[in-house]
């Protein structure tokens, strides 16, 4: 099922100015709000009752939020139907109150659609902050978090990366398909030890429409039932109930993403045990791993949210920042040289790079920095909660605001990059006459005690992946009867932020990356 704003926006907005007049509590709210209003951060003037509803857009959001912060300054403020939104546009503002003061700002939004009603507060990045998170991150990190040496998981990482360019040189046409497929099953195997063998796999798919799904529910202010709680009691067929035919359908996909690779993994784990077969004949994972040193029912549903948190997040990242990576090497043939120079000189034509080599692959790392930068997967971040009043540079930020983070924005603040919209991994590299910018990372993969626990791992795929493929072909635009194709670069403007769909040539760069590409042949089959 695809999921579109206007189904979740059922009510039209003009009906929003009568319901307000007669709910008490959006009244309460706004006599609060009105009294409180000279400590709160600036921000554009609302209409009565209803404040910002009609300033707040629904996609692109980083973009309004760019131009209030240049008219008002790094911390913004506007209500929508007596709820304070809190818009952070500077990396002081940001480590100030997510950091600094993450103890009363790791909480998350009710997000009553998200979370209550589809199930997504079972997932690690919108669990509320409390024992259970702890409990979940805690799991994660044991197994891939910064302190495990990510040389345990390295054969399997290169084996995939292997797998990957040879896909890709054999469909170099199917590129979005290939990155898709290549992540989903290499995470996969690593979560549960069960391999992806087709672009039609049935996991595979049902990612696809959850993260359809979460890119627009997550996205603030994306539904009226957010602000208007009271929606939820209007029945599902009438006008403004159905984003409940919505949720339910959601909610059943969201569970059978969560349960059936687990399920999987457990049958493999009883089939070994029953049959007495050695270990080695199945593959060891995070689930099978963590089941084995807790058996506890209680263990067992935080290993199954944990699995699922992983699984997510690192697909969500990965795929959509390797399709930047092929996007802008298209855009800028001058850093694909650069990189290919590089490459050439430590690794040469006779084996794909490997984790070992990262250390001395400067510039790979950075194109792999200026990916994630260039236009970040989230950029806004997802909503943080307030569960207390702060006081933010004199500010009053009140209990239970929605606090959001503009990374776009940060990322492409001019004050802080150099030619912010220009693919330069060149920033991240010191010299004599510059010094390097700041490191996207920062921003990227969250904050405070919601920093992702899973990063370490992506950040090794995606150097694997990228360093192979820039290893091997030359990335270049399309040409049709003679004429070259300039690709779309309008990123999607959801909570998640993907590139265009677009085509590019795929070719091997040399006779010598040819050559390996046929003498790996055996070696990826056998895999």
Request: one cysteine or more; proline letters at 7%; charged letters at 20%.
């Amino acid at each position: 099922m695809s999921i579109a704003k206007d189904d979740l926006l059922a009510i039209p907005q003009i009906t929003v100015y009568f319901i307000s007049l007669f709910l008490g509590t959006v009244i309460a709210h706004h006599i609060v709000w009105g009294r409180r209003r000279g400590r709160l951060p600036p921000g554009p003037r609302g209409l009565p009752f209803v404040g910002n509803i009609l300033d707040v857009p629904k996609s692109h959001q980083w973009k309004t939020f760019y131009e209030w912060s240049r008219k008002w300054g790094d911390i913004v403020s506007v209500t929508v139907l007596g709820h304070t939104l809190i818009i952070l546009s500077s990396p002081s503002s940001i480590n100030a109150l997510l950091e600094k003061n993450s103890a009363i700002s790791s909480d998350r939004p009710k997000m009553i659609v998200a979370r209550k009603w589809i199930g997504w507060d079972h997932i690690v990045a919108m669990e509320d902050y409390g024992s259970r998170l702890r409990a979940l991150r805690q799991m994660v990190a044991q197994y891939i978090g910064p302190r495990v040496d990510t040389s345990t998981l390295a054969p399997l990482l290169e084996q995939e990366s292997l797998k990957f360019v040879m896909r890709v040189w054999h469909r170099p046409d199917q590129l979005a398909g290939e990155v898709r497929r290549s992540v989903g099953s290499t995470i996969s195997m690593v979560a549960y030890g069960y391999r992806v063998e087709s672009d039609t796999d049935p996991i595979l798919e049902m990612v696809d429409e959850a993260l359809q799904t979460i890119s627009v529910v997550a996205t603030p202010g994306a539904t009226l039932v957010e602000f208007f709680p009271t929606l939820e009691r209007i029945p599902a067929w009438l006008p403004g109930g159905k984003w409940k035919y919505i949720a339910e359908s959601s909610r059943k996909l969201l569970e059978s993403l969560i349960n059936d690779p687990f399920e999987y993994t457990k049958k493999q784990m009883a089939r070994i045990f029953n049959s007495k077969a050695s270990e080695g004949s199945s593959i060891p994972s995070f689930t099978s791993v963590s089941l084995k040193n807790n058996e506890s029912s209680e263990n067992e549903l935080l290993v199954k949210d944990a699995a699922a948190s992983l699984q997510l997040g690192v697909i969500i990242k990965s795929v959509a920042t390797l399709r930047s990576f092929f996007l802008a090497m298209m855009c800028y043939p001058e850093v694909q040289r650069r990189a290919q120079q590089e490459i050439h000189s430590v690794v040469g034509f006779d084996r794909l790079p490997c984790l070992a080599d990262r250390k001395h692959l400067p510039y790979i790392n950075a194109v792999y920095l200026e990916a994630l930068r260039w236009n970040p997967v989230t950029p806004i971040g997802l909503p943080h909660r307030l569960s207390q009043d702060a006081i933010l540079d004199n500010y009053l930020l009140p209990k239970g605001s929605t606090v959001i983070a503009n990374i776009w924005f940060i990322l492409h603040d001019p004050d802080v990059y150099n030619e912010p919209f220009v693919f330069k991994p060149e920033r991240y590299l010191s010299s004599d006459s510059t010094e390097r910018e700041l490191d996207p990372r920062a921003y990227a993969f969250g904050f405070g005690r919601r920093v992702c626990p899973g990063s370490h791992y992506a950040e090794a795929l995606l150097f694997l992946m990228i360093s192979s493929s820039l290893a091997i072909f030359n990335i270049t635009k399309p040409v049709e009867d003679g004429v070259v194709i300039e690709p779309n670069t309008e990123f999607t403007g959801g909570s998640i932020s993907l590139p265009p769909a677009y085509n590019c040539s795929i070719k091997p760069r040399s006779g010598g990356a040819e050559a390996l590409l046929t003498s790996l042949i055996g070696e990826s089959e056998r895999i």
